[in-house]
Each structure stands twice: as structure tokens, then as C-alpha cells.
């Protein structure tokens, strides 16, 4: 047992502890759905980072794919199981931090009892009704969906470290959704995750798991848009990465993606960089992420067309006036959607190399006309542009 | 690579032009009176106004445009970092060299520049309104000139109102007169251009420093006009097109060489035409530069045909309109975003100081082109024209057009014999004379005509820093230095001026003169050394333009930018290496232009 861990009361706090105090929320939550687009800022909470951020989105009329957050009421729920509680508990004494095999051991049987242990009926009868709403939306039995955790910790920076982040792709039918879900939330017991909250001195119970089910994208192509020029921090332009296929061939380094330069406000390409893109990952019919090898001439064929990436960066705009900073979106084209309406935003978060740098006022002595000319006369345009 | 053009020393013309230099006045030719001064010069080749061979006479316009914007600069407005802008004529070729202001005179300058620009840009719109009276008057008096032949006996009047004053003396003071009514056009076109110029550059440097990538394209439509003069004879061309539809006249324009308005309907129509045209067809197909430049007015059938592609497509359902609040409305959406986008309201202040300034200023900088090289020449040339036929009815020269072979200051020994001999009643040397040297220097002409001369001559500086070199002619230490061969561009590709934006494959044509324009057909893209504003009607049929000179505001990249056609302008050699036929790729927003 680990004397310095601030775990020891854990079997005492659980079945009262409360992860957020009321001043949070207008309203006591009860919900165990939230609907993305339904969300509200008073939600966030309970939907955590990633689902507040979706839900977020939505609210920006940005092009977010339908699905739902189950929230931490219901993660909560589980924990109604006292037998459940002490058997989690009796394993968390257990651990010993140094020794990291044994902890592997450890968590992987916590998770095993959280995914073993029955949803509690309330709880599964929401997010079946959930899930059959989705499907009647997107107008496909069985809709496919994928499967994220969206932790969600109080007075902690980074939830995302602080509680394992899992995903899961291309889920098909409630049952399986249910049986996903409950890995969702079992993969805050992950070793990892236990590991970083005992180096960092957080409670186990100060995490909390919300889980998102959204409809699953199947991407022609993937990417990245900055909403500005990341070589120079010009805030008129949006850079655009491109790949086929998923996002994963970029993010692994197999891939270098296509690289546009698109201006936000003439809507226009003005720089672009084609690669030879050598490899995608697909999604098979199985719903099996697969890597693929690209042939002939598609390789060095943009990944996105001139209508694409003006569509993408205009809804980048849009995210980076909502948000009142630049941005970093993640987007895809979806295959099943018509041309004009299939680029879809994945995520939207701040920008964080240029919106950290101070911005220089370019008139620091009020705008006196002549003065102005003067100087443009007397410094040659060459010196002045890069 | 070579850091140097060659000397205008070294240079070669063509064979058999011994003697070329007659053709112009001995200040404008390169010499050894001035050689250490001109050989440690910068000099680039005037194609985008004077891309072909000059005659004496249209090296005039050259001269009179080259020291009246010198003179602005230099003299008037005293701009700090700036002097003249040189000319040189060298084997018939216009090559020019912006002058620089030695750096310890610069400073004692800034307040004559802040006093006399700042009356100006002050009082802007009333200077303005003068101008355009001016130029108008200005324009009537070289109307009222009279080129007439002198008379067998002079008119009752000029005996019974005691004048003395005989017709060939007349004559030769309404030449003097014409010329120097020549000189004051030269002088308005200038007077608020390069301060135009000043306060557009303010606002462009103000955009780059804020957006470092932004495209020159998206200033320029920031500042851009709506409703401007210099667009007016194609709006006045599609309402003539309208009007023949709804009169049921359509049908006359079919041939567009034999058009004959018959009935109430052909009346009705040649009175709006005979409305339109003045002043609005007084319209070069050119640049109003050279004598060959066909003016409107007096090629209907240039017109004529444009007027028939127009009824050509209101017959199909087109809508041919300018889409006004369409282009205003994306005018302004334009500023607000790139506003927005501003760090900070002080900037936002300047941001609206700066456009603010820079369109009160503008449309006088796209209007000046229509009233002075398009309405004051075709009146200049049609002027010299009468005197001509004049010369040639009373035997002083073989053929009209050969006034065009004599400088403007030997034309008054030409009138001296016509005047000296009408008096005398004798007869006159001048055909004799002036034959054999203007069959010499029409053959010298015919040789430089046909000679390609060099992009530039000299020592390019470091940086091209002149403001208005860099504005209207494209010119910077860039595209110097694509010119030396430094960029290595490869073999099928061309880089200039992202002048108007969109990315389209198609058959490229080359137009190296007006009268080929009308062989462009429908989608293709047009090849040429440059355009004029007066080719607007085609530019509904190409897919794209790309000229070898030109900067953002030259009359290609304004026209294209107008009708929506992606432009790369300047790309230096476009013509040489694109051939007709050729399948090319026109990128007007990165300004590549790939042959494939």
C-alpha cells in the first residue's frame, strides 16, 4: 500500500463524493444524454473537454458530425454498485508504484470489473433510445459511430493525461455501443492514467468520464487547417493540410500531405505544394482501419479540389470568429455526403505558436497621413515586405 | 549569371539602320557626351507602353509623358527619395531609368513634399474637378485648331478688320500652338498621378506590414473603383448592343464591315450611337501611343463587331450588365474582413486613414487613362492627320503619313517653305527635299520595327526602390532578376504578377498587335505583350490573360480583375515562349503560368 497516496479514503468519499461543486451549473444535471446539438456551456462538466468542445462546434454552426455525450451522471451510476467499489478499491491498495509490471496486472484487472460489471438499466435505456434516434437522423439502420472518451477532472489542466483518452471506430448497433462505452470508462483505471495521477498528486475520484457517440465519418481525405500562416503569422491566410484517407497516415509521419495556402478573405488558393502521398488508411467494410498503399496518378493528385479547400477554410474562419482566437481544426471530407456539404470538423482548438507571441501594433504613434507617405516614400517597398 | 545587363554601349541593332539616331532629338539617344552617366545607369525597355519601334513623331508622346512625370517628382512636389525617370530612345526603343535623389538632399526635401503633396491630397476633390475641366478645355482648343490649306486669297475679314494677319502665319502658330497643347495634356496627365500613386503605396505597404502574404490582389480590390470613366465606352457598347435587340436592328451587325441603319429603328439607333460616341468611342484599340492605333470613331467596324458578340449573347439569354452592387457588395466585404482582422483600433484608425485616402485618390489615378492617352490623343492624332493631308494637297509632302517621319521641331522648316512660298506665290522645296531622307528613314524604321530589343541595360541597383517604377511598371529588384536568369525558371513554366485570380487550363493565342485581337476565339487564353483597356469586349470569350509586362494596376490586370478572367501579368517572356496553340495552366492567384 502506498502511504503518500491520496487514495486511502477513496471507499469512504465514493458513494457521496462530489466531482464538481454546484456553483458550476445553474441547475442540478440529472441527464445521462446530452445531445451535441443541444449542448450548453453549463453542460461541460459533465461532457467533458472533447464533448464540450463537439457541442461547441455545433453552437458555432460549424459542420460537426450528429451524436451525442453521455455524461458523467451516468459514469456515476456505476459506482452505485458497492461490491463493485470495494473490489476496485482493495486493487488500488494493491499497487505498488515502482513496480510497473505488477501495475499493468493491477489495472487490467480493474478494467476487467468495470467492463464486467452490468450497466446499470436506467442508464443502458438512455443511450439505446439515444442511439436509435441517431440512427432515425442519419437515416441508416445501425448507424456506424465511433466510440471516445471525453474525461472530464476538476482544478486539473490537462484531463486528457489525467484520464486515458480511448477511442474506438466504427461501433455498429447498441449493443455494441454499450459494450464500448463501458471501455470508455474503464480506461481511466489504464496504468498509464493511475501511473500519472499518483505522480501528479490527483485523486483518483477527481476524474470523471463522459463518453461521445458520433456518427462515423468515412473520409475521402483528412487534415489540418491553421487559421493562419504558420511560416510568417499573417492572420489572413488559413494553411491547409491535405492527405487521403484518414488522418492517421499524416499524424504517424508515413505521409507528407499536400500543404495549401488559401486567404481567408479573397477566398482563394494562393500557395500549394503537392506531395506524393504514398499511403492511406481506409476503413474497410468491416469497419477495420487498413493501410493502403496509393498507386498511379492519385499519389501526387491534390487530396482536396480549389472548392474544397475555400470550403474548409471558411469554416475554419468561422470557428477561429467564434472562438475569438486562431485555431487548429481538424476536418474531412465524407464520402457519403454530397459534394458542396461533405466537409466535416473533427475538433477546433486554439492555435498556440503565433497567439502566444505578443502582436506589434504596426501605428504606435496615431495615424498622421502625411507622415505616413513620407516614411512609405523613403523606405523602399522591397525592405519592408519578407 | 551574369549581375549585369549589357551597356547600351554594346549593344547591336539590327544591320542596315546607319544613321538610325536622325529619327530622334540628339538628347533622347545614348552618347558619348553623357557616357559615364548613362553606362553607370539602370535602363529597362518601356515595352508596356512603347513595345514597338517609335517614329519620329510618336517618340514625342514618349518624350512629353517621360519629362512631365519627371518634372512632377523633381520639381513640383519635391518627393524626398525620388527625381525623374530617364528616357533614352535606342534603336527606336523607349528605355528609361528612375533617378534617385542624392540621400543628403533627401531630408531638406520632406517638408517642400509635406507643404505642396499635402495642399493636394487637402484639397483633392475640388483640384480634381478643375482637372477635369481643364483637360476638357484643353481638349476643345486642339479641336479648334485649324490645319487647313492655305488660301488662294485671303478672306474680306482680315482686310476690313485691320488684322494683317495672313493665313500662313496663322498656320504656323496653330502648329506651335498644337504642339504645345500637346505639352499641357502631358502636364495634367501627371499632375496628381504620382501622388496618386504615393498614397495607394501608403496603404499597400500598411497591408503587407499587417498581412505579410497578402496578395497585391486583395489590396487592389480594396481600392478599386466601381463605376469608372475608363470602363464607360464597353458599358456605352452593351447598351448600343440592348438597343439594337430592341429596336429589331439586331440583325444589321451581322457583317459587322457593311452595317446600314435603315428605317424608324436604324434612325433611333444611329442616334444613340452618335450620343455615345462622343466622347466615349474616342477609343483606342491601343494604348493611344503610336499613330497606328485605330480609334473607335473612326473604325466603326471595330465597334461594330464587338457590338455583334454582344447581341450575339443577349440573343442567347446572357445577362451582359455589369453586376454593380454585386461588385460593390464584395468590395466591401473584403475591407470589413481584412479590417477585422487588424490587431488593434489604432490600426484599424490607420487601416481607414489609408483606404480611406487612397480612394479619394484613385479615381482619378484609373480615370486620367481614358481622358488623356484615349479622348486627348484620338484628338491629337486625328489633328495630325488633317495636317498631313494638307502638306500632301499642296505638294509639300509625297504622302500624308510621311509628317510621321519628320521630328515635330523640323515640321515648322516644312511650314516655313509652305508659308514663305504660298506668299510669294513659288514654288516649294519641301517634297524634294524631305523624299529621299523620308524614304531613308522609312526603310531605318521598317528594320528597327522588326528587331527585338534587349529587356534592360546596365548595372541593375541593389533595390529597386522607386516608387513608381515598382507601381506601374512591375518593375522590382524580382523581376530584375528573373530578367538576369537567376531564378531558373524552369523551361515550361513562367512567373509574374498574380493579377487576377483563379487557376484554368485552355489553348493559349498570341496577340502581338490590336487588329489580331478579333482572332481570339471563344475559351481561349490571350498571349500578349500587354493589353489595352479597349480590348475589354473580348474578355467575356477568354479563359485567361497573361502578359509579358505590366504591374497591378496596369490596364490588363484592372480589366481582368473586372470581368472575373485569372490573370498573370509581367511574366517578362510569355510571348517568346508560348507558342499559339500551345495547352498552358494560368494560375492567377500564385501568378504561375506552366506550358504542358
Same mark, same amino acid.
Given at each position: ?24 451549473? #445553474? ?53 452505485? #454498485? ?92 447498441? #449493443? ?41 465519418? #468515412? ?142 501594433? /504596426? ?9 505616413? /507617405? ?13 | ?5 549589357? *551597356? ?20 533622347? *539617344? ?192 480594396? $481600392? ?321 490573360? $497573361? ?50
Amino acid at each position: 500500500m502506498c502511504e503518500s497516496c491520496p487514495i486511502v479514503d477513496w471507499e469512504h468519499e465514493l458513494p457521496t463524493v462530489r466531482y464538481f461543486t454546484a456553483t458550476k451549473v #445553474d441547475a442540478e444535471m440529472t441527464e445521462h444524454i446530452v445531445w451535441f446539438d443541444r449542448y450548453e456551456p453549463a453542460h461541460k462538466p459533465f461532457v467533458g473537454g472533447k464533448n464540450a468542445s463537439l457541442g461547441e462546434m455545433m453552437m458555432a454552426e460549424l459542420p460537426v458530425p450528429p451524436g451525442f455525450a453521455v455524461t458523467t451522471v451516468a459514469y456515476d451510476q456505476i459506482w452505485q #454498485d458497492a461490491q463493485l467499489v470495494t473490489q476496485v478499491n482493495d486493487l488500488l491498495r494493491a499497487i505498488d508504484h515502482d513496480d510497473h509490471a505488477g501495475n499493468r496486472v493491477i489495472s487490467d484487472q480493474i478494467r476487467t470489473l468495470i467492463e464486467a460489471a452490468p450497466i446499470p438499466p436506467e442508464v443502458a435505456d438512455d443511450v439505446r433510445q439515444a442511439y436509435a434516434a441517431l440512427c432515425t437522423h442519419c437515416g441508416i439502420d445501425d448507424v456506424p459511430v465511433a466510440v471516445r472518451s471525453s474525461a472530464t477532472a476538476e482544478d486539473m489542466p490537462d484531463a486528457s493525461f489525467a484520464g486515458q483518452q480511448d477511442t474506438f471506430l466504427w461501433i455498429v448497433g447498441a #449493443d455494441a455501443v454499450l459494450e464500448n462505452l463501458r471501455k470508455c470508462w474503464s480506461s481511466i483505471f489504464t496504468d498509464r492514467a493511475i501511473a500519472y495521477r499518483h505522480s501528479m498528486g490527483y485523486l483518483h475520484q477527481s476524474i470523471a468520464m463522459s463518453v461521445g457517440i458520433q456518427k462515423m465519418i #468515412d473520409p475521402i481525405s483528412s487534415g489540418v487547417a491553421f487559421t493562419l500562416n504558420p511560416t510568417n503569422g499573417d492572420r489572413s491566410q488559413v494553411a491547409i493540410d491535405a492527405s487521403w484517407g484518414l488522418g492517421e497516415a499524416v499524424v504517424s509521419g508515413e505521409v507528407t500531405p499536400d500543404n495549401f495556402l488559401v486567404d481567408k478573405v479573397l477566398r482563394e488558393v494562393i500557395e500549394r505544394k503537392i506531395s506524393d502521398k504514398g499511403v492511406e488508411y481506409c476503413l474497410t467494410d468491416d469497419g477495420v482501419v487498413e493501410k493502403l498503399e496509393v498507386t498511379g496518378a492519385r499519389r501526387k493528385r491534390p487530396a482536396v479540389t480549389d472548392d474544397d479547400l475555400t470550403a474548409i477554410a471558411i469554416l475554419a474562419r468561422r470557428a477561429e470568429k467564434h472562438y475569438g482566437c486562431p485555431q487548429d481544426v481538424e476536418w474531412a471530407l465524407d464520402k457519403h455526403l454530397p459534394p458542396g456539404e461533405n466537409v466535416v470538423m473533427l475538433q477546433s482548438r486554439p492555435e498556440t505558436v503565433w497567439s502566444q507571441k505578443p502582436k506589434t501594433p /504596426i501605428t504606435t504613434d496615431g495615424y498622421d497621413p502625411m507622415k505616413s /507617405i513620407v516614411s512609405t516614400l523613403m523606405t523602399p517597398l522591397n525592405n519592408k515586405t519578407d | 549569371m551574369n549581375n549585369s545587363f549589357p *551597356s547600351p554601349f554594346e549593344i547591336e541593332g539590327p544591320d542596315g539602320v546607319e544613321g538610325w539616331e536622325e529619327l530622334y532629338p540628339y538628347s533622347s *539617344s545614348f552618347s558619348e557626351y553623357r557616357k559615364d552617366y548613362e553606362d553607370n545607369r539602370f535602363w529597362f525597355w518601356d515595352s508596356m507602353h512603347w513595345g514597338k519601334a517609335l517614329t519620329p513623331w510618336d517618340a514625342t508622346f514618349m518624350e512629353a509623358a517621360l519629362a512631365a512625370l519627371s518634372q512632377m517628382n523633381s520639381r513640383h512636389y519635391r518627393i524626398p527619395p525620388a527625381d525623374g525617370v530617364d528616357f533614352r530612345i535606342l534603336y527606336g526603343y523607349a528605355f528609361l531609368s528612375p533617378v534617385g535623389v542624392d540621400p543628403s538632399q533627401i531630408e531638406a526635401r520632406v517638408p517642400q513634399f509635406m507643404e505642396r503633396a499635402g495642399h493636394y491630397f487637402g484639397n483633392w476633390d475640388s483640384l480634381y474637378d478643375n482637372w477635369l475641366n481643364k483637360v476638357k478645355t484643353t481638349i476643345e482648343e486642339i479641336e479648334s485648331i485649324n490645319f487647313d490649306p492655305l488660301p488662294e486669297m485671303e478672306d474680306l475679314e482680315v482686310i476690313t478688320g485691320g488684322s494683317a494677319i495672313g493665313s500662313g502665319a496663322t498656320l504656323m502658330s496653330e502648329y506651335n500652338r498644337f504642339k504645345d497643347l500637346i505639352m499641357q495634356a502631358w502636364q495634367f496627365h501627371f499632375e496628381f498621378l504620382n501622388l496618386g500613386y504615393a498614397a495607394y503605396l501608403d496603404f499597400f505597404g500598411f497591408c503587407k506590414e499587417a498581412f505579410p502574404s497578402i496578395p497585391d490582389l486583395g489590396i487592389a480590390k480594396m $481600392v478599386a473603383g466601381v463605376e469608372v470613366d475608363l470602363f464607360r465606352p464597353n458599358e456605352e457598347l452593351k447598351k448600343l448592343a440592348q438597343k439594337a435587340v430592341d429596336l429589331g436592328v439586331a440583325r444589321n451587325f451581322d457583317d459587322p464591315d457593311n452595317v446600314t441603319l435603315d428605317g424608324e429603328g436604324g434612325a433611333q439607333w444611329q442616334a444613340a450611337w452618335d450620343e455615345a460616341k462622343d466622347p466615349w468611342f474616342n477609343f483606342t484599340s491601343g494604348n493611344g501611343f503610336y499613330h497606328f492605333d485605330k480609334i473607335w470613331v473612326e473604325n466603326p467596324d471595330i465597334p461594330y463587331t464587338f457590338i455583334r458578340d454582344y447581341i450575339a449573347r443577349i440573343e442567347a439569354g446572357e445577362d451582359i450588365s455589369r453586376p454593380i452592387d454585386a461588385i460593390r457588395e464584395e468590395r466591401d466585404r473584403v475591407v470589413s474582413e481584412y479590417r477585422d482582422l487588424l490587431g488593434s483600433d489604432e490600426d484599424r484608425e490607420a487601416f481607414d486613414g489609408k483606404l480611406g485616402l487612397a480612394r479619394v485618390v484613385f479615381p482619378y489615378v484609373e480615370n486620367h487613362n481614358f481622358y488623356i492617352e484615349h479622348w486627348t490623343m484620338s484628338v491629337v492624332w486625328r489633328k495630325l492627320k488633317e495636317l498631313g493631308a494638307t502638306l500632301e494637297k499642296d505638294g509639300l509632302l509625297a504622302s500624308a503619313d510621311d509628317l510621321l517621319f519628320i521630328r515635330r521641331d523640323e515640321v515648322n522648316e516644312v511650314l516655313w517653305d509652305y508659308y514663305a512660298n504660298w506668299a510669294v506665290n513659288a514654288p516649294t522645296a519641301s517634297a524634294a527635299h524631305w523624299g529621299p531622307i523620308i524614304d531613308r528613314r522609312r526603310a531605318i524604321h521598317a528594320k528597327l520595327d522588326g528587331w527585338q530589343a534587349p529587356k534592360a541595360l546596365g548595372a541593375p541597383p541593389e533595390v529597386i526602390t522607386e516608387p513608381f517604377t515598382i507601381m506601374l511598371w512591375g518593375i522590382t529588384s524580382e523581376s530584375v532578376n528573373n530578367w538576369l536568369g537567376s531564378d531558373g525558371d524552369a523551361e515550361n513554366e513562367l512567373t509574374g504578377m498574380a493579377a487576377s485570380p483563379g487557376t484554368v487550363e485552355g489553348v493559349a493565342r498570341i496577340i502581338n498587335s490590336p487588329e489580331e485581337v478579333n482572332d481570339l476565339q471563344q475559351d481561349e487564353i490571350l498571349v500578349a505583350p500587354i493589353t489595352a483597356p479597349s480590348w475589354a469586349p473580348v474578355f467575356p470569350k477568354i479563359q485567361a490573360c $497573361v502578359t509579358d509586362i505590366g504591374g497591378m494596376m496596369s490596364h490588363a490586370a484592372i480589366v481582368c480583375r473586372e470581368y472575373g478572367v485569372p490573370a498573370v501579368t509581367g511574366t517578362g517572356f510569355g510571348t517568346d515562349k508560348i507558342k499559339t496553340g500551345d495547352r498552358i495552366r494560368v494560375d492567377g492567384s500564385s501568378g504561375k503560368v506552366t506550358i504542358l
